[in-house]
């Protein structure tokens, strides 16, 4: 999966974070120097399309961050909840960085997609709607599955790792609460 093109969903969805997946160091350097570059010339624009296309840049260099604030911050991608706008409030945070590397099953072959939601709400049985798509300009799902969360409090990261190997890009498309919604 290629973690610097524009990313596919509905405006204005969140963006599919990066797959954690086990890359020798010499890939992981030719990938981040042809990044560097691209970022440079494409700065500005870039910039604007991130914010507003939902499109996301995250180096990770043998699954570590250097441990600086400024790497700390490619490797973790916030959406406030006013940004995700999901039927359930909540804000989306996507990582790059592998900690929820753990909660990946094996089955994944190309790894999982990691990211936390955080409610404004207490919501016992949280249901995070997912999609794929293997269109990187696409904004609707290919296939979509939507997981639960149990006992979920407000303002505390609710892990959501999800898998599809035959899907280039997945992504967080809703949250819901389905008792608070009745």
């Given at each position: 999966m290629d973690p610097y093109s524009p990313l596919p969903g509905p405006a204005p969805q969140s963006p599919p974070?990066?797959?954690?997946?086990?890359?020798?160091?010499?890939?992981?350097?030719?990938?981040?120097?042809?990044?560097?570059?691209?970022?440079?010339?494409?700065?500005?624009?870039?910039?604007?399309?991130?914010?507003?296309?939902?499109?996301?840049?995250?180096?990770?260099?043998?699954?570590?961050?250097?441990?600086?604030?400024?790497?700390?911050?490619?490797?973790?991608?916030?959406?406030?909840?006013?940004?995700?706008?999901?039927?359930?409030?909540?804000?989306?945070?996507?990582?790059?960085d592998g900690r929820y590397s753990g909660l990946c099953p094996a089955e994944y072959a190309e790894g999982c997609w990691q990211s936390a939601v955080f409610t404004e709400s207490d919501c016992a049985t949280v249901s995070v709607v997912l999609w794929f798509s293997n269109d990187p300009e696409g904004y609707e799902p290919e296939q979509t599955a939507t997981i639960?969360?149990?006992?979920?409090?407000?303002?505390?990261?609710?892990?959501?790792?999800?898998?599809?190997?035959?899907f280039e890009y997945g992504w967080v498309a809703d949250v819901l609460c389905p008792v608070a919604e009745s």
């Open positions: 974070p990066t797959r954690a997946r086990g890359v020798g160091g010499g890939v992981i350097a030719a990938i981040a120097g042809g990044a560097a570059a691209l970022f440079l010339v494409l700065l500005v624009p870039v910039s604007f399309a991130a914010v507003h296309l939902g499109q996301q840049f995250a180096v990770v260099v043998d699954g570590q961050a250097d441990g600086s604030a400024a790497a700390a911050s490619e490797l973790v991608d916030r959406l406030q909840s006013g940004e995700t706008r999901y039927t359930f409030p909540a804000a989306l945070e996507n990582y790059g639960e969360l149990h006992d979920v409090v407000p303002y505390e990261a609710a892990p959501v790792v999800f898998g599809n190997d035959g």
